[in-house]
């Protein structure tokens, strides 16, 4: 018999990591991005920034104080009559190749933004990133058009934005905020939050690469105190702020008085009411969805079920079922459902409210299709039952893939309780009868109203909320009022 040839290797491959790889090299020292060229920061100011499915620190992310945002905001001044003189076609021109280049680099958005958030890849893939572009895209066409936005009238932009974004859809929010302000003529100075700097660096990067005009858009990281410093800077015009409704409450106080136009789109603890008329197994896909997408790190998130009491066990049964098939661990992964909690701070705060969940009489059920991984941080989707109205867990944003469920009988029932709340941000209905949900949806106390439906956004359609979950509105026609004054 023939010997076969001993297979040999001459020597370690040196094969770069595949993409979807936690080895990837990321921005390690996030400084900022002002007037058009990339800056370390202050080198005392910096701090770590983890990877929370691992646990391990990615780099380090300068914090922006006062100086510093004194700079990006005059840069973003004297950029201003330059920007704003531009014809709508130009600067529509600038976002379209904003938006080009973000495709065509999306696989890099979604890979960082994974690795610094812990969302899934599915999601960062196929929702953040594109959606993120499709912003961009959206008021490129806009741009050339205020005037029909606007019913006719001659109207100018604001001046210089500042803007704010939390930790949950990095990229996203500043795609939210950048697009609309930049359509209309704005000059902006933006934050994002401090445990997810990195994809702004990319977008900073992205920025360069179409020659965006200099100090047009300024990037400082940081902490709540750079935040503070754009909010308390004197001259800024507007103020765009995506995040927790008692900061938002702190910055509005703080810019009373001030002149300072402002958009606030706070947090929210949303109504998801399925009728016993409903598909079922639809509604468990939109209650799913709903709660446990991005973690439940979702202002919108379908937190509170209110189900028909005649179809509680079914549909419980049915929804057990779906989650223990839903996978939970490394978010790089494409069949990952369910990534990491965002950050240490977060998961002590989920961890908490699940204990408080219990000790005021609820009943706690946890389950997926296999275990959380030993390092990082995780928590597996979580029902909440026997609950009620006056728990602290039904009132209360959790921001986390806890569910609290309570039941209706009544349609007026389903109002009563879905309204039976201090914010107003979103609601979903499911019923298979077109009268009952559009009787119901005209009655919800909430910006965003899905039926049949959860958690679906397009750049045209508008989001925001009412009561304590904010006011103004971003995306769609709409998303370009609060960036733009009709000229008297
Ligand atoms: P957060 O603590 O309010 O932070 C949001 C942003 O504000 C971050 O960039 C934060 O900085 C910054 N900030 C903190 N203190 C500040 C201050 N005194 N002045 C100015 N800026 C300050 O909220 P979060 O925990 O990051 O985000 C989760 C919240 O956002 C949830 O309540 C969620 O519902 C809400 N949210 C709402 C929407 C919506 O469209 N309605 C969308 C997404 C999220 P650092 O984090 O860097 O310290
Ligand atoms: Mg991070």
Known sequence: MQERPELKLSGALDLAPALESHKVKVPEHCGHYIDGALRLGKPETYFSNLNPSTGMPLGTVAAADEEEVDQAVKAARAAFPGWSGLSGLERGKYLFRIARRMQERERDLAVVETIDNGKPIRETRDIDVPLAAGHFFYYAGWADKLEYA?????????????????????????????????ATGNTCVIKPAETTPLSAMLLAEILDEVGLPKGVVNIVNGPGTTGAAIVNHPDIDKISFTGSTPVGRMI?????????????????????????????????????????????????????????????????????????????????????????????????????????????????????????????????????????????????????????????????????????????????????????????????????????????????????????????????VAGLWPYMEVVR
């Open 150 to 182: 606007s019913g006719g009238k001659p109207v100018r932009p604001l001046g210089v934005a500042g803007q704010i974004v939390p930790w949950n859809f990095p990229i996203l929010m500043l795609a939210w905020k950048l697009a609309p302000a930049l």
């Open 252 to 476: 509005m106080k703080s810019i009373a008085g001030s002149g300072k136009k402002a958009t606030m789109e706070l947090g929210g603890k949303s109504a998801n009411i399925v009728f016993a008329d409903a598909a079922l197994d639809q509604a468990v896909e939109g209650v799913v969805t709903g709660i446990f997408m991005n973690q439940g790190h979702v202002c919108c998130a379908g937190s509170r079920l209110l189900v028909e009491e005649s179809i509680k066990d079914e549909f419980l049964a049915r929804l057990k079922r779906r989650i223990l098939t839903l996978k939970i661990g490394d978010p790089l992964d494409k069949n990952t459902d369910i990534g990491a909690i965002n950050s240490p701070k977060q998961f002590a705060t989920v961890q908490r409210y699940i204990k408080l969940g219990v000790e005021e009489g609820g009943t706690l059920w946890q389950g997926a299709a296999c275990d959380a991984p030993d390092e990082g941080f995780w928590v597996l989707p979580t029902l909440l039952t026997d609950v009620h109205p006056s728990d602290t867990v039904v009132r209360e944003e959790i921001f986390g893939p806890v569910l609290s469920v309570l039941t209706f009988r009544t349609p007026d029932e389903a109002v009563q309780k879905a309204n039976n709340s201090e914010y107003g941000l979103a609601a979903g209905v499911w019923s298979e009868k077109t009268s009952k949900l559009f009787s119901v949806a005209h009655r919800l106390n909430a910006g965003v109203i899905w039926v049949n439906g959860y958690n679906m956004f397009d750049p045209a359609s508008p989001f925001g909320g009412m009561r304590h979950s904010g006011f103004g509105r971003e995306g769609g």
